[in-house]
């Protein structure tokens, strides 16, 4: 048995794995989710962002009128 580490990493390099057309159509479902969901998340971002500066700007209006 090698235990020889750049042996072991170039090993695994190796590795070749091919999906079935399900296990793709799976995948790709996944990726589609993942991107989704960060978009969400980056809406919501944005929106809370806005909202912070309306309020911002609503009080600094207040202070100085």
């Known amino acids: 048995r090698n235990t020889n580490i ?5 090993e695994r390099t190796n ?3 091919q999906m079935s057309t399900q296990e793709a159509q799976k995948r790709a479902l996944l990726d589609k989710q993942l991107q989704d969901n960060e ?3 980056l809406q ?3 929106d809370t962002d806005q909202m912070i500066f ?3 700007k609503q009080i600094h209006n207040r202070l100085h009128n």
């Open 44 to 46: 919501r971002i944005r």
């Open 6 to 10: 750049n042996s072991l990493k170039s």
């Open 39 to 41: 978009q969400k998340r």
């Open 54 to 56: 309306n309020q911002y």
């Open 15 to 17: 590795i070749n794995y």
